[in-house]
């Protein structure tokens, strides 16, 4: 058997475009959404992907907020500045660059951002609000791959999935929203004894755990669905000098057993910004009552 | 193999015992721990219910605050009472007894209620707090079960631990108890196919559906730990017109391959109101900035 291939950069253009027609709806009833990044500091991969947000903001139709705090900013200038933003009617959503300064803290600063603007889907109440069935912002990359997930398979109902990894950023919402899916949902993590053993029990088989080709194709059950969220810098094999990026799968192995898998570069990783999009205009819809679009929530 | 049979009733005897010496240690610091219960109406099972946790927070040395509403208090009404509550620096935990009247919500109820006072853990904050890994009020159930686990087990890492039912109340919290508790955890439910293979896996089993007898022996991997925290009313075996009390698991045939097992009388049933004595206490210290006790939190 060879996968299909899960192209999440066409699939993710489609979500921006869905997004691009919907903020123009949105427009016409006067109001245009608006997505606040914050940059403490100047860490040069953070002021790259605040970029690539920045522009992906615009292209929707959105407005886009950028705020760079130098580096020494206070925690009282930063939680001040998110408590304008909060209280900015302009604003729909509200994102903190991490990581901040070793002076400040994420889990106070999170907290600090309304959860109806929290777009990252980082706070105790949006994790709460997920484990109990009620309308969460869904943290980016977990919502981006349930998006492929339900593209690819449609109903999930009574399919086994096991998620790699226990995060609060990725696995512990990733299991949330497959068991919404009513999936049965298992969660393994490294303590997890014969991890071969369990993945071969999934029907769908996401690893989000940072070690590169971890999964092998022997792990994996003949025609699952494999979502590859691991993201590592290796050596070129081809190129002696270069990198390249790879999965937590070893893709051609697991490509020549699963039904379907998502390639590293080019499979979740397009997802995230697509996602952080898709909250900004749900959370604008909510804010002011309006119908939520189809298909870009949890 | 014959299991051993846990037995909650003097465990639950046990934690209360504990919770008492430590209420002692909080009163020689000048502070009573304080639960109020509210009941609103006159539901006669609910009636007992909150008779028997206002002796036992009596009991323990706690002060024990009842409220009684007529069944049609005003939500604005109840609100006011939760409110006060919420201010009252000697109320450290509140509880209102479910099921309300048809007219009043539970989940904005909940939500009233300060989540740092929320000793049930039904709220949206402590689900985030326990999902974030944060201190968390855990619902007592669910906690008197990994009491229960943690005496019998000790350390779970790796273990397999599959939980059947996926309610907010009991099944998701338990789950995410495991999860911190290092095990592999699988989420089953009414979804799940082919329910006996998935228990068979489990070195901790924990039923949660409310399906008299469901799990059978052959369902229970050998040596495995079944922690049964279903209760229906059925019909009584021996004693005709006469009823009695049913477990989701068909304890015989379990008990056979287990290594231990809770009964149904008798096992789960006795931790919940000594873990809501537990939680009273955990937020009284936690609000007063004292020592928390060991081994009754999460």
């Given at each position: 058997m060879t996968a299909t291939i899960i192209d999440g950069k066409a699939f993710a253009a489609g979500v921006r475009g869905q997004v691009t027609t919907e903020v123009e709806r949105v427009k016409a009833a006067g109001i245009t959404p608006g997505l606040a990044v914050v940059l403490v500091g100047e860490d040069p991969a953070s002021e790259v992907y605040v970029g690539h947000k920045h522009r992906a903001t615009i292209e929707v139709g959105m407005t886009s907020f950028e705020h760079r705090l130098p580096a020494d900013t206070s925690e009282g200038d930063l939680f001040a500045l998110i408590d304008r933003l909060n209280a900015d009617?302009?604003?729909?959503g509200i994102l903190c660059q991490f990581p901040v300064p070793a002076h400040l803290d994420e889990r106070r600063t999170v907290a600090r951002i309304d959860p109806a603007k929290d777009v990252d889907g980082l706070s105790v109440t949006n994790a709460g609000l997920l484990a109990t069935g009620g309308d969460a912002l869904v943290s980016c990359t977990p919502l981006g791959c349930l998006m492929l997930l339900r593209d690819q398979l449609g109903d999930m109902t009574g399919l086994d999935a096991v998620v790699i990894g226990r995060s609060n950023l990725f696995g512990k919402p990733m299991a949330q929203l497959l068991l919404r899916e009513n999936c049965t949902v298992t969660i393994a993590h490294s303590?997890?004894?014969d991890l071969a053993e369990v993945c071969r029990r999934a029907d769908i088989l996401v690893a989000a755990v940072?070690?590169?080709?971890?999964?092998?194709?022997?792990?994996v059950k003949p025609g699952a669905t494999v979502i590859d969220v691991g993201i590592t810098r290796g050596p070129h094999p081809d190129k002696p000098g270069k990198s390249r990026l790879l999965g937590d799968c070893d893709f051609d192995s697991c490509a020549e057993v699963a039904g379907a898998i998502t390639p590293?570069?080019?499979?979740?990783?397009?997802?995230t910004i697509a996602c952080l999009l898709a909250n900004t205009l749900t959370a604008c819809c909510r804010a002011h009552g309006l119908e939520e679009p189809q298909g870009l929530t949890a």
């Open positions: 009617p302009a604003v729909h303590r997890t004894q940072g070690r590169a080709q971890m999964v092998r194709g022997d792990w590293v570069p080019g499979g979740v990783g397009p997802m």
